[in-house]
């Protein structure tokens, strides 16, 4: 069935082939083994913004019940998955991303950590069968959760902060605005012949959460950005998940992570599901650089905002932009008095 009409040149950006980040350098964090993780996370955290987990502790069982879901979701007939709602927040989006203009090869459901709300949603997609969507949901949140908690801590204990649950605190706040996304990336037609060049699925972007946790099924597609500003693309792995660092734990950190740039590339031949769970704080919360990270004379290089303002400066704002530049002091020695 094809999913999306034809894409145009015009329409998409397209880009060039990139590099496979070598599997060897992928950060690779065994959370069974919580000594070397805490070192390896940190480190990761600060070199690229990004990693990988394996021994995560999510059931597979609730991995692939949540994907056999989200793929019958995405087979029904396109007015049927309208029937979720526009993602304004939350709803089924095709195609367009956020409401500035933003296109991708990209279909995707938005959900949020309110089973409640979603169910009213997958209800009026799929009437009494949404009962299955919503426990399939609430396993693999359920798991996935845990595992957050378990690297926030993680990352607290390797920057030495004494209040181990200070970013996971933020994230299991019963106000808290996590969100969770599916996409679907369709192969794109065997016509559309862009001269060897890939197509986006998903432009370049940093993530506005603490962290995401993202799970996929086997297709490649995911692309990071370096700190040389160089692209490298992630190899795929259905059995593990990978880790991004997004602009609010950049923020808490003083920079000292690093929020990662990325984006998915539309496969030619295989379609791409993803699930991301993203980890963000209550609206209320004042999102400003740890006290214990400003000790020897380190000034915030950011301005103070809470959650709710960040995300309101975000709407008005393209994928690509860097949402961060309007909180960002200009120059961090000459802001002291
Ligand atoms: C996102 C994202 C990657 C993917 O939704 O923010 O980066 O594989 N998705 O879908
Ligand atoms: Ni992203």
């Given amino acids: 069935m094809v999913l999306l009409s034809k894409p145009t040149t015009e329409q998409y950006s397209c880009i060039r082939k990139t590099p496979t980040f070598p599997t060897s350098i992928v950060p690779v964090v ?9 070192t390896l996370i940190l480190k990761a955290c600060e070199d690229y913004g990004f990693f990988k987990v394996i021994n995560h502790a999510v059931p597979m069982e609730a991995i692939s019940n949540l994907e056999s879901q989200a793929a019958e979701f995405f087979s029904l007939p396109l007015t049927q998955k309208e029937k979720a709602g526009t993602p304004n927040p939350f709803g089924y989006g095709n195609k367009n991303i956020g409401r500035n203009g933003d ?3 990209v279909e995707y459901l938005l959900l949020t950590n309110n089973h409640d709300y979603n169910f009213i949603r997958l209800s009026s997609v799929f009437g009494p069968k949404a009962e299955q969507f919503r426990n399939v949901l609430s396993d693999y949140m359920c798991g996935v959760r845990k595992m ?3 690297i926030l801590e993680l990352m607290a204990e390797g920057l030495n902060i004494e209040e181990k649950n200070v970013f996971s605190k933020m994230m299991m706040d019963k106000e808290s605005d996590s969100v969770f996304r599916l996409n ?13 060049k890939g197509m986006i699925g998903f432009g370049e972007h940093t993530d506005p959460q603490i962290i995401s946790l993202l799970r996929s099924n086997n297709s490649s597609g995911l692309q990071i950005c370096l700190r040389d500003r160089s692209w490298v693309s992630v190899p795929p792995d259905q059995n593990s998940f990978f880790v991004n660092v997004g602009d609010a ?6 920079g000292r992570f690093r929020s990662v740039r990325h984006r998915v590339l539309a496969n030619g031949l295989k379609s791409r599901l993803s699930m991301i769970y993203f980890c963000g704080p209550p609206l209320s919360e004042r999102i400003a650089p740890l006290p214990s990270l400003l000790l020897n004379g380190n000034e915030s290089l950011y301005n103070d905002f809470t959650w709710f303002e960040y995300k309101s400066s ?6 690509a932009d860097n949402r961060l530049s309007r909180f960002e002091r200009i120059s961090t020695t000459s802001a002291s008095s």
């Avoid at 065994?30 to 805490?38: C, E, I, N, R, T």
């Avoid at 975000?314 to 994928?319: G, K, Q």
């Fill in 103 to 105: 296109l991708g090869w």
């Fill in 314 to 319: 975000a709407y008005a704002t393209r994928l």
């Fill in 184 to 196: 679907h990336y369709p192969p794109y037609p065997d016509n559309f012949n862009n001269n060897g």
């Fill in 148 to 150: 957050a908690c378990v």
């Fill in 249 to 254: 734990l950049q923020v808490l950190t003083n």
């Fill in 30 to 38: 065994d959370l069974s083994k919580p000594g070397d993780a805490k």
